[in-house]
C-alpha cells in the first residue's frame, strides 16, 4: 500500500507564490505512470490543475494560465506543485494524486491553500 503525504498549504496573500509537496510512501513516486494535482473548492466538484506522466510530459489545466508547475523532488520522494501569480479564486482544497494501474491508484489527505486579496 502506498501513502501520499501532502504538506505546504496554508494562507497567501493574492500575488505570492506556494509550494506544495506530496511525499510518497511505500513506493517511488518517479515510477508511477501518471502523477497530479487535483483541487476542489467549497460547493465545486474536484478538478485537475496539473499533471505529469512517467515519461516526463507534463501539462496543466487551461484555466490556471501556466501560473501552476508541477515537478518531482527526488531526493524527497515527493512531487511539488509551484503556484505562482496566487488568486482568490485559487482557494481550495488541493489533493495529490499518483497513479500506477487501475487496482494502484492513491490520493493524498489534501491541504488547504487559502488566498486572501
Known amino acids: 500500500q502506498v501513502q501520499l503525504v501532502e504538506s505546504g498549504g496554508g494562507l497567501v496573500q493574492a500575488g505570492g507564490s506556494l509550494t506544495l509537496s506530496c511525499a510518497a510512501v511505500g513506493a517511488r513516486i518517479v515510477t508511477a505512470a501518471v502523477v497530479a494535482w487535483y483541487r476542489q473548492a467549497p460547493g465545486n466538484e474536484r478538478e485537475l490543475v496539473a499533471s505529469?506522466?512517467?515519461?516526463?510530459?507534463?501539462d496543466s489545466a487551461d484555466s490556471v494560465n501556466g501560473r501552476f508547475t508541477i515537478s518531482y523532488d527526488v531526493a524527497q520522494n515527493a512531487m511539488l506543485l509551484q503556484i505562482d501569480s496566487l488568486k482568490p479564486e485559487d482557494t481550495a482544497v488541493y489533493y495529490c494524486n499518483a497513479l500506477w494501474s487501475a487496482q494502484h491508484n492513491f490520493w493524498g489527505q489534501g491541504t488547504q491553500v487559502t488566498v486572501s486579496s
Open positions: 505529469v506522466t512517467r515519461d516526463g510530459r507534463p
